[in-house]
């Protein structure tokens, strides 16, 4: 099964220097049938504004996973960490038994990212930060940015604490990748920049799709090229908090 969710069928949030919408429900965002997919809480789609971004707030027992599709996004944290993740590359945030943060736009122009709720195998663990940068180029197919899969994160994908893994991949105009959703699992794939179809199904910016059951996905990109996002994830969703 695979449910397209057009861009336009979001939830909504405006608040001036953040324009954000919401794959899933969300501060006053509910909707029948969007309360999460597999172990994905959250998926949601943000503007921000040059000069302004959240101050410090609390996260405990979830992994955030922020990928930047355009600008940048500066984080630091209580636990020391600081760093600039820029469009393309992704951070990952295992909030544990509690972080406190902040996430600047410290840009000229706005910055737009994906950020992605997954609800952790273990709760109460240390909590942690990492950021790195992805190759840029297309013809690479999907890359594996970050996974609870212990080969996987050796193989440099960040490390998550959840049966999931993050992918991403960029298509030249007209290329065609695959991907497999093994039997058991689901997906979500979300097209952060140009146009896709999907098994014969055509996905714009910022649209997704909902992946249910074992599927090979055949992905073609569009006449000006795509960049698509990609979680993979054990079918249940296990009770955290945020």
Do not use: C, K
């Amino acid at each position: 099964m695979i449910e397209i969710r057009p861009f336009a069928s979001l939830g909504r949030a405006e608040h001036g220097w953040l324009s954000a919408r919401h794959h899933f429900a969300f501060g006053a965002y509910r909707e029948a049938g969007r309360n999460g997919w597999g172990r994905i809480r959250v998926w949601n789609d943000d503007a921000i504004a040059p000069g302004t971004g959240f101050d410090p707030h609390p996260h405990r027992d979830m992994e955030i996973v922020t990928f930047v599709r355009q600008g940048a996004i500066s984080h630091r944290d209580n636990l020391g960490n600081q760093g600039r993740t820029e469009a393309g590359d992704v951070q990952v945030m295992s909030a544990g038994r509690g972080i406190t943060h902040a996430e600047y736009n410290l840009e000229p122009e706005t910055t737009t990212l994906f950020q992605i709720w997954i609800t952790p195998d273990q709760r109460g663990i240390a909590p942690s930060w990492g950021s790195r940068a992805f190759p840029r180029e297309a013809g690479a197919g999907f890359v594996t940015l970050a996974s609870g899969r212990d080969a996987e994160a050796g193989g440099g994908a960040l490390p998550l604490n959840a049966d999931a893994a993050v992918l991403a991949a960029r298509l030249a105009a007209g290329e065609a990748t695959t991907a497999t959703i093994g039997a058991g699992r689901l997906g979500y794939l979300v097209v952060a920049r140009g146009s896709v179809t999907l098994n014969g199904e055509s996905l714009g910016e910022r649209d997704a799709a909902a992946i249910e059951g074992a599927e090979v996905l055949a992905l073609v990109a569009g006449g000006e090229g795509a960049e698509l996002v990609l979680v993979e994830t054990a079918p249940e969703r296990l009770a955290a908090a945020a």
